[in-house]
């Protein structure tokens, strides 16, 4: 091990504090985390030289590859001429441009105001907060819960984490935040007597798709009607494209493969092309314009960095790339492809079930009767442990292992990655 290596690790488990991991275990004698030290398109590179395919974009943010050039001059640029502006009181060319492109992508007269926060959690917490304001202030103050489906996830602040419905992330911090109704489908929702439905101010969902939970899709044209229902109850619709929004379905955002425009559209991750923390809560003119009037009707919400320059000017970036080539007809094709190679993968017989949505790929692990395998054996963690001898780098949720590459990933690479996928199941790894 190189001396810097060596150093790095043993400050990093002196004084960091990474999420979702067992510290104990990290800080351990004995166990070497990847210091990564570079990134060049799909690939990281490692202090020790070695090199691995980005097979989750990053934690679900890497859209154009690392170290893109447009990306980083446009930022160098907004640095040089004004590192931070208040948007407090203030604006800047850079959030006036984002937000008009932003409202650009869907039909004039629906998502016509945003605002800007830093992460997806808050990008969520600003929806729900906006909707019980605008239940007060319109005369509806009954509509004071939500509706979230189970298995769920939302985010990590308070609100947010009202409603996450996975119990390991969130038991412990019930009754500590919103009033939340958990179904676990659309049957379940129209179960909903009036007295219930009417006291929701807004159901909130991950369009397409359920992250966390494994990468499981919801059934076609389920999103349309969950519109429909809303419609028709008066409740608002909150969704949460903070990991499918910016192409990984296929289309630009997911609500536009069932024709869907929200009431509140929440966007983070691959807004700035997975390089700067920046989000953006989307939400109609109607909405907005219940907020107009004195103080006690304003939006008492924001944070330093809101809207902040280099993130509006790295967003814009992306959103050129996007524009500027043929991307989304790229996704589409690398998407056939990966079906495809997914295909010899989900034969394998330690593969329960392929989930696959655009370049979003979810493969469920099982014994070799199919039988799930104990929480305690912790076999998604050991197949992604043993993918990097293979050059991949991604996580697991639980047992299965999410294949998600950034969106300008070459044919050459996607097979690259499919076949380190195959490579570690066939070392017999699981059994291990």
């Known amino acids: 091990m190189r001396e810097d290596t060596r150093r790095w690790i043993e400050k990093d488990k002196r004084h960091c504090w990474h999420p979702f991991t067992r510290q104990g275990e990290w800080c351990a004698e004995g166990h070497e985390p990847l210091v990564i030290t570079g990134g060049d398109g799909v690939w990281l590179m490692d202090s020790e030289g070695r090199r691995y395919f980005d097979g989750n974009s990053s934690i679900w943010t890497n859209v154009h590859g690392h170290g893109r050039r447009e990306i980083g001059e446009a930022v160098r640029e907004q640095l040089e001429r004004v590192s931070h502006v208040s948007f407090l009181g203030q604006t800047h060319p850079a959030a006036i441009e984002l937000a008009g492109r932003l409202c650009g992508f869907f039909p004039r007269g629906t998502l016509d105001r945003v605002f800007f926060s830093d992460n997806g959690s808050t990008a969520v917490e600003c929806a729900l907060k906006m909707s019980l304001q605008y239940r007060q202030q319109t005369g509806e103050g009954e509509r004071c819960g939500f509706v979230s489906f189970a298995n769920g996830y939302h985010g990590d602040t308070l609100g947010a984490a009202s409603l996450g419905g996975v119990g390991r992330f969130f038991d412990r911090f019930r009754g500590a ?62 969704l949460d494209e903070v990991m499918t929004g910016f192409g990984r379905t296929g ?47 304003a939006f008492y919400y924001g944070h330093s960095y809101t809207a902040h320059p280099a993130g509006c ?77 293979h050059g991949l780098l991604t996580r697991p949720i639980l047992d299965t292992v999410v294949l998600m590459p950034p969106l300008c990933v070459s044919g050459e690479e996607l097979d690259f990655s499919l076949d380190a996928v195959w490579k570690t199941l066939e070392e017999g790894i699981l059994e291990g």
């Open 313 to 389: 000017a790295a967003a814009l970036a992306s959103l050129d790339l996007f524009e500027g080539g043929r991307l989304l007809e790229r996704v589409v094709e690398r998407a056939g492809q990966m079906a495809e190679g997914l295909v010899r993968i989900a034969g394998h017989g330690l593969v329960r079930e392929v989930r696959q949505c655009g370049l979003i790929a979810g493969i469920e692990l099982c014994g070799p009767g199919g039988e799930a395998f104990p929480p305690e054996s912790r076999v998604g963690e050991r197949f992604c442990f043993g993918a990097r001898r």
């Open 177 to 238: 935040g919103y009033p939340v109704r958990f179904v676990r489908d659309l049957l379940e929702l129209r179960g909903l007597g009036r007295e219930e439905s009417g006291g929701v101010s807004a159901v909130v969902v991950e369009p397409l798709v359920q992250g966390v939970n494994g990468m499981r899709l919801w059934p076609a044209g389920m999103l349309a009607e969950l519109r429909a229902w809303c419609d028709a109850e008066g409740v608002h619709l909150i």
């Open 251 to 297: 289309t630009m955002f997911a609500c536009e493969r069932e024709g869907v425009v929200p009431d509140f559209l929440c966007l983070a991750k691959g807004l700035t092309g997975g390089t700067l923390p920046l989000a953006a809560t989307l939400t109609r003119e109607g909405i907005y314009e219940a907020f107009l009037g004195g103080a006690e009707r």
